[in-house]
């Protein structure tokens, strides 16, 4: 069977388990513990397993109530009885859903049945479990969508700023550390799977190329997954990122990051001491972060997905807009179509920009791309794909053809060769005309003819849609904490 067969029949398992009351959401959670067991044997790290709770034993267990109560055993004690950190952490106050052993017995026969190789394919587990996550991302109930950025626009982010051999990588709101995982594939596909390079080379890029944070437990536990069959083994830390842990993460090369839209919980400002300008909005503390947190040699480079709110907002979002543009060349900005997050009312763009050697006068010009206006509207019908993106890649690197991006694009900014390139989404504003404008950073936006008083009105209706997907995504996060604390 293919990738896609294999997680589609994981997924329509979780169908079988409905009369345990278990969620999309919680079923992935599950499946994560069991298959973990099992990819340890088939990928033969099961030696970090203690004896007692290898997959070979648990499979073995006849019995249906014995099975279940070694299963029940294992989460709750596994955590402190492996001597690998990551399983430790995968296994941190886990805890089962499942109240029908009969149902455990399903789910292991089930995953046991399957053939993780074939002769004539490379190893697919990474490319199941990733499509798990992505079918929980889609499906809405679950509220994960927004832990999961499109991977058409993760793989376009990654190219453009094109990271190097010998980097430090970081993600500092992982969710599933979808974009870690894209930017270490980027490299491996240049080196041959690392075998290009030298011992301690290959050792950083596994070890210490690529980092990340995740405040959510059930998403952290979900992205040490996802990296460990990836063969990524660097450090994803369970926390918040605009606490004072927050602080220690600096000095990186380059920052990939889609941050968790809404405001703090309860308004508060967050407690990070180094930050000059607090604000409740997460996103532009976010930002704050990310751009602090680079190396000062002018190279060091970030793309950040952000809403719409973080261009426009008056007091502290202006006073963010023009740090950052002191601090570092905001070079491109790319108004994303809407829909393609499962927050479909939230409107968001991709912050292209590279920390300077001084903190002022970086930013002398910004380049808009229009990906919104008259676009299709993304979904079943129309997926969204990485070729929805090859005028602006050409655009981007300045002329450039996306099918050779991966191959010879180094991340160079040339503004003399965008400015050959013609497309009447491509604009070009100076720091002097976004300054007329109050430093607002919501434009480039082409002329919609078919815009009406009728679709004016709607505009309400989107501001009231982004409050509905914020409240939706803020209830998840609390029925997170609730169950935490059970």
């Not at 294992?74 to 430790?88: D, E, F, G, H, Y």
């Not at 405040?215 to 952290?220: E, G, W």
């Not at 991709?350 to 930013?363: A, E, H, I, K, M």
Request: hydrophobic share 35%.
């Amino acid at each position: 069977m293919s990738a896609e067969q294999i997680a589609k029949k994981l997924w329509d398992l979780c169908n079988v388990l409905r009369d345990d009351g278990i969620t999309y959401h919680q079923y992935l959670n599950e499946l994560t513990y069991i298959l973990f067991l099992r990819l340890s044997e088939v990928k033969k790290f099961d030696a970090d397993i203690p004896e007692e709770y290898r997959w070979s034993r648990l499979k073995a267990i006849a019995d249906n109530k014995e099975l279940f109560d070694t299963y029940r055993d294992m989460l709750a004690n596994i955590s402190q009885k492996s001597r690998n950190a990551t399983i430790s952490e995968i296994y941190t106050n886990a805890s089962t859903t499942l109240r029908k052993p009969v149902n455990l017995r399903t789910l292991i026969t089930s995953i046991d049945d399957i053939d993780w190789y074939e002769e004539h394919e490379q190893d697919k587990i990474a490319t199941i479990y990733e499509e798990l996550l992505e079918r929980n991302a889609g499906e809405k109930k679950s509220g994960a969508g927004q832990y999961f950025t499109p991977r058409p626009l993760i793989n376009v982010m990654v190219d453009l700023v094109a990271p190097q051999v010998g980097e430090r990588w970081n993600d500092p709101a992982a969710g599933t550390f979808g974009f870690m995982i894209a930017a270490s594939e980027y490299l491996k596909a240049k080196t041959d799977h690392y075998f290009d390079l030298g011992r301690e080379e290959r050792d950083f890029q596994v070890h210490k190329a690529f980092s990340g944070c995740e405040l959510v437990q059930d998403a952290h536990r979900l992205a040490l997954m996802n990296a460990k069959l990836h063969g990524i083994e660097s450090s994803i830390v369970l926390g918040d990122t605009l606490s004072e842990l927050g602080k220690s993460f600096t000095g990186y090369d380059g920052v990939l990051a889609n941050p968790p839209f809404g405001t703090k919980k309860g308004g508060e400002r967050p407690n990070r001491s180094d930050l000059t300008y607090l604000t409740s909005n997460k996103q532009l503390n976010f930002l704050q972060h990310i751009y602090r947190s680079l190396k000062t040699n002018g190279k060091a480079r970030a793309a950040v997905v952000l809403p719409d709110n973080v261009l426009f907002e008056d007091g502290d979002g202006q006073r963010i807009r023009r740090d950052l543009m002191d601090k570092c060349n905001l070079h491109t900005i790319l108004r994303l179509p809407t829909g393609i997050f499962y927050a479909a009312g939230v409107k968001t763009n991709v912050l292209f920009f590279t920390r300077g050697t001084t903190d002022s006068g970086n930013t002398r010009q910004v380049w808009f791309y229009d990906m919104r206006t008259n676009m299709p509207a993304f979904g079943k019908r129309t997926p969204f794909t990485r070729d929805a993106f090859a005028s602006f890649v050409t655009a981007y690197t300045g002329g450039l053809p996306m099918a050779e991006v991966r191959n010879r694009y180094d991340g160079t900014i040339d503004h003399a060769r965008r400015a050959t390139v013609t497309d009447e989404r491509w604009l070009c504003l100076t720091r002097e005309q976004i300054a007329q404008k109050n430093d607002s950073l919501d434009l480039g936006l082409i002329a919609d003819a078919s815009l009406t008083s009728a679709d004016q009105l709607a505009e309400p209706l989107d501001i009231a849609q982004q409050a509905m997907d914020e409240l939706k995504a803020m209830m998840y996060e609390l029925n997170l904490m609730m169950e935490e604390l059970k």
